[in-house]
């Protein structure tokens, strides 16, 4: 008997939750030497929200891919696992922000569910609203700055990055307008680009402003991707591609930050007692994991004391570092099919939608998904400059989190309106 789509999702869930018991328990059993009922309360308690999201889907996107939210459960699960073994009140509150995000994304699927189509025509609103959350952290008293960009928005004790959902928003502003001037646009007439360049030249202006050059990256890719997707002209990339390497050239110039940066990529060892520790430290940590890993919860992450972390914000930043180490290569090379089937199914999508808007918003929500991916994995790897973004639904972080619980939900919109059967 054939599965139907949910359930084939529901199986895919249960496998998830099995991986996720599995690997709370070798945690624990690494860290206390005995089997408790606490290791597999984590367990629990991600399967159950799962389940919960599976039962909204069910409901609200009944035709939908039934392989996009188990794959996100199972990075989700990846990554709350690793964040367990190494401190388990990080993960206390990476378990919180998962609740929040399960949250989120029911609420985008129940508000969209009819026709998530109708936000193509608050395009312009969406778009300046894209600005004006990039713009909060430049702000004074609200604005932080940490580890030397200014990314964050504070209120008291609560701060979070507006930045991850400007993502969002930028996307949708650029489906939306795309999908009505992609013609035009195709022509090359200069003054149907004017509403497009000011939106992102600003969005620009704001990443350089607040230095977070690693989400300036990612901007820039999306919207030469979805400039390319919506016109079929290369030449746009090609002239973009030109932008950027003069733009790069500009900032290494003005910002020390970038200099040091990109002097650290090319050879790290000079420095691998300053700028360079955290990069150098996290290749040692990679090299260490070598073909099969040490196993969960068997990594070397502190020093002698046992308090003192040897790569600083491994939980955030360099985490792909520590996966590298306790589960080798085999364990990574499976973590990194995991992302790139998670980004086969939303081209997918994409490729069955049958309108322009759904089609540039699946492919935008998926190659930011791809791009971010490979900006923090090829940093810590040193294919490229590193960045301070996050790794995908892996990473401790809320603000990052709730940001893909919601570009999960889209793509599910998309493809339940792809998949459907029409009548």
Same mark, same amino acid.
């Given at each position: 008997m054939r599965l139907?789509?949910? !359930?084939?999702?529901?199986?895919n869930l249960i496998v998830v939750g099995m991986i996720t018991g599995l690997g709370f328990a070798s945690v624990y059993i690494a860290r206390s030497e005995i089997v408790s009922p606490e290791s597999l309360t984590y367990a629990a308690f991600f399967v159950a929200l799962y389940l919960v999201a599976h039962v909204v889907t069910r409901i609200t996107a009944p035709y939908a891919d039934p392989y996009l939210l188990p794959m996100a459960g199972l990075l989700t699960a990846i990554g709350l696992t690793e964040i367990y073994r190494l401190n388990p009140d990080d993960a206390f509150r990476q378990g919180l922000w998962l609740v929040i995000g399960v949250a989120l994304f029911s609420v985008t699927?129940?508000?969209?569910?009819h026709d998530y189509r109708r936000l193509e025509s608050y395009k312009y609103v969406i778009g300046i609203g894209a600005i004006a959350l990039l713009v909060l952290p430049a702000l004074p008293g609200i604005g932080r700055t940490i580890n030397g960009a200014r990314l964050w928005v504070g209120f008291g004790p609560f701060q979070f990055q507006p930045g991850e959902f400007s993502k969002i928003l930028l996307i949708l502003f650029l489906a939306g307008y795309l999908r009505e001037k992609r013609e035009v646009l195709a022509q090359g007439r200069l003054k149907d680009f004017g509403p497009l360049l000011l939106i992102w030249g600003g969005a620009m202006a704001v990443l350089v402003q607040t230095n977070d050059l690693?989400?300036?990256?990612?901007?820039?890719?999306? +919207?030469?991707?979805?400039?390319?997707?919506?016109?079929?002209?290369?030449?746009?990339?090609?002239?973009?591609?030109?932008?950027?390497?003069?733009?790069?050239?500009?900032?290494?110039?003005?910002?020390?930050?970038?200099?040091?940066?990109?002097?650290?990529?090319?050879?790290?060892?000079? &420095?691998?007692?300053?700028?360079?520790?955290?990069?150098?430290? /996290?290749?040692?940590?990679?090299?260490?994991g070598g073909f099969g890993g040490t196993?969960?919860?068997?990594?070397? +992450?502190?020093?002698? !004391?046992?308090?003192?972390?040897?790569?600083? &914000?491994? !939980?955030?930043?360099?985490? &792909?570092?520590?996966?590298?180490?306790?589960?080798?290569?085999?364990?990574?090379?499976?973590?990194?099919?995991? &992302?790139?089937?998670?980004?086969?199914?939303? +081209?997918?999508?994409a490729m069955l939608a049958d309108d322009g808007f759904s089609k540039l918003l699946?492919?935008?929500?998926?190659?930011? +998904?791809?791009?971010?991916?490979?900006?923090?994995?090829?940093?810590?790897?040193?294919?490229?400059?590193?960045?301070?973004?996050?790794?995908?639904?892996? /990473?401790?972080?809320?603000?990052?989190?709730?940001? !893909?619980?919601?570009?999960?939900a889209l793509l599910l919109l998309v493809s339940n309106r792809a998949l459907a059967p029409r009548g």
């Amino acid at each position: 008997m054939r599965l139907s789509a949910r !359930n084939r999702e529901l199986l895919n869930l249960i496998v998830v939750g099995m991986i996720t018991g599995l690997g709370f328990a070798s945690v624990y059993i690494a860290r206390s030497e005995i089997v408790s009922p606490e290791s597999l309360t984590y367990a629990a308690f991600f399967v159950a929200l799962y389940l919960v999201a599976h039962v909204v889907t069910r409901i609200t996107a009944p035709y939908a891919d039934p392989y996009l939210l188990p794959m996100a459960g199972l990075l989700t699960a990846i990554g709350l696992t690793e964040i367990y073994r190494l401190n388990p009140d990080d993960a206390f509150r990476q378990g919180l922000w998962l609740v929040i995000g399960v949250a989120l994304f029911s609420v985008t699927l129940v508000i969209l569910r009819h026709d998530y189509r109708r936000l193509e025509s608050y395009k312009y609103v969406i778009g300046i609203g894209a600005i004006a959350l990039l713009v909060l952290p430049a702000l004074p008293g609200i604005g932080r700055t940490i580890n030397g960009a200014r990314l964050w928005v504070g209120f008291g004790p609560f701060q979070f990055q507006p930045g991850e959902f400007s993502k969002i928003l930028l996307i949708l502003f650029l489906a939306g307008y795309l999908r009505e001037k992609r013609e035009v646009l195709a022509q090359g007439r200069l003054k149907d680009f004017g509403p497009l360049l000011l939106i992102w030249g600003g969005a620009m202006a704001v990443l350089v402003q607040t230095n977070d050059l690693g989400s300036g990256l990612l901007y820039f890719g999306i +919207f030469l991707a979805m400039l390319y997707v919506a016109t079929s002209r290369f030449v746009f990339v090609a002239g973009g591609m030109a932008l950027f390497l003069a733009g790069a050239a500009f900032v290494y110039q003005v910002i020390p930050r970038v200099q040091d940066r990109v002097t650290i990529w090319l050879d790290p060892w000079p &420095y691998a007692q300053t700028e360079g520790y955290q990069l150098v430290q /996290s290749l040692f940590a990679i090299a260490f994991g070598g073909f099969g890993g040490t196993g969960l919860g068997k990594g070397t +992450f502190t020093f002698s !004391n046992g308090t003192d972390p040897i790569i600083p &914000y491994l !939980n955030t930043d360099f985490i &792909y570092a520590a996966l590298a180490q306790e589960l080798g290569l085999v364990g990574v090379a499976a973590v990194l099919l995991v &992302y790139m089937l998670f980004v086969a199914r939303g +081209f997918r999508a994409a490729m069955l939608a049958d309108d322009g808007f759904s089609k540039l918003l699946a492919t935008g929500l998926t190659f930011a +998904f791809a791009l971010q991916t490979f900006i923090i994995v090829g940093g810590v790897l040193r294919l490229i400059p590193l960045t301070g973004i996050t790794l995908p639904f892996v /990473s401790y972080g809320g603000s990052s989190l709730l940001a !893909n619980f919601v570009l999960l939900a889209l793509l599910l919109l998309v493809s339940n309106r792809a998949l459907a059967p029409r009548g």
